[in-house]
């Protein structure tokens, strides 16, 4: 089974950024898809970002031109950079695994413990 932990989560101010990391205990190459999900305080979890193992990929309408998720399968890694940040970015953000389905992706790894992220002034 393959590991992951999220890393990278902090506080920051609107408009600011954070980069994400994820980090695989094994090879990701064969993995289908990776996601960053977030869940805030009464909400759904959501997907924001995917990327598939040809690099394809898709994001949320709520974060299109503001993260880029992005792959290093040498460091077993999944990015997530998010600048322009605004309060309602604010949850807790996990990476999964998966296949990608249209413009989203159907996870089959458990859920880890993610990384908070806060964007206040």
């Known amino acids: 089974q393959v590991q992951l932990v999220e890393s990278g989560g902090g506080l920051v101010q609107p408009g600011g950024s954070l980069r994400l990391s994820c980090v695989a205990s094994?090879?990701?190459?064969?993995?289908?898809?990776m996601g960053w999900y977030r869940q805030a305080p009464g909400n759904e979890r959501e997907l924001v970002a995917s990327i598939t193992s040809g690099s394809s990929t898709n994001y949320a309408d709520s974060v299109k031109g503001r993260f880029t998720i992005s792959r290093d399968n040498a460091e077993n890694t999944v990015y997530l950079q998010m600048n322009s940040l605004k309060p309602e970015d604010t949850a807790v953000y996990y990476c999964n695994r998966g296949y990608p389905v249209g413009g989203t992706m159907v996870v089959f790894g458990s859920w880890g413990q993610g990384t908070q992220v806060t964007v206040t002034s």
């Open positions: 094994r090879s990701i190459f064969s993995i289908p898809a």
